[in-house]
């Protein structure tokens, strides 16, 4: 959980994730549902808490899409433990629940997170200038974001 603690200036505006171990346990349990899923990236080695990979807003039917939502915490950025669990969420997403879309959506200035998704498969689709609303940490309102989708490549 230590993890968890060094990385909550980071990951501020971004999310909120549970400091305490029970908590952080209760959130992963919230979060597997038919329209959400949650897995905790745990390093092999060391047996930490490296970050988390979601799939929000899981939309079945004709769209079949879900937002990929994924974070590292301290000290675990930048070894590649990310690009593997996002890499294992995709497999699922396609294979398992069978979606047809998955949709990252991240900050132009998040070099790290555009690298990720690239070297998984992703390419940028377009700019939102309005998708969401934040307050960063020193007060400034950021509101775009870039779409980056991967969408199932038709077999055959």
Known sequence: MQGLRSSRELLKPWVQVPLRRKAFQQYVQEMNTADDRAWAVIRNDTRELAGVVELRNIF?????????????FQPHLGQGLMRQAVEQAIGIAFKRLKLHRLEANIQPDNLASVALVRACG????????????KRTVNGATMSAGHCWPIALKPSG
Do not use: Q
Not at 60 to 72: C, E, P, R, V, W
Not at 122 to 133: A, D, M, Q
């Open 60 to 72: 079945h039917g004709d769209f079949k899409n879900a937002y990929l939502i994924y974070y590292a």
């Open 122 to 133: 992703f390419s940028k689709e377009g700019f939102s200038p309005r998708f969401f609303k």
